[in-house]
Nanobody, 115 residues
Framework: QVQLVESGGGLVQPGGSLRLSCAAS????????MGWYRQAPGKQRELVAT???????NHGDSVKGRFTISRDNAKSTVYLQMNSLKPEDTAVYYC?????????WGQGTQVTVSA
């Protein structure tokens, strides 16, 4: 059974930082490209960042320079370090694992940026 379990979300003030984690089980983690996506109320889900199995990264334009994706294959975990958070970063953040036609999602973790 595949599980992607996100953690680390919460309430933070503008300018603050959070680190999201996504622990994977039931997959050969090192083979999978991993990603973070987010969905704000009334908006479509959007790409935040992805990381290939070889460690290549891609970050969405709205988070470049502020967010950093990384992975630890030994722990089967992907991370999202979020700095300089803005109110517009408020959303549910989802973890994604992808390998060819295999495409899995976590349940999401809420991030709220508010004073």
């Amino acid at each position: 059974q595949v599980q992607l379990v996100e953690s680390g979300g919460g309430l933070v003030q503008p300018g603050g930082s959070l680190r999201l984690s996504c622990a994977a089980s039931g997959i050969s983690f090192r083979l999978y490209a991993m990603g973070w996506y987010r969905q704000a109320p009334g908006k479509q889900r959007e790409l935040v960042a992805t990381i290939t199995r070889d460690g290549g990264t891609n970050h969405g334009d709205s988070v470049k320079g502020r967010f950093t994706i990384s992975r630890d294959n030994a722990k089967s975990t992907v991370y999202l370090q979020m700095n300089s958070l803005k109110p517009e970063d408020t959303a549910v953040y989802y973890c994604n694992a992808r390998y060819y036609v295999n495409d899995f999602w976590g349940q999401g973790t809420q991030v709220t940026v508010s004073a």
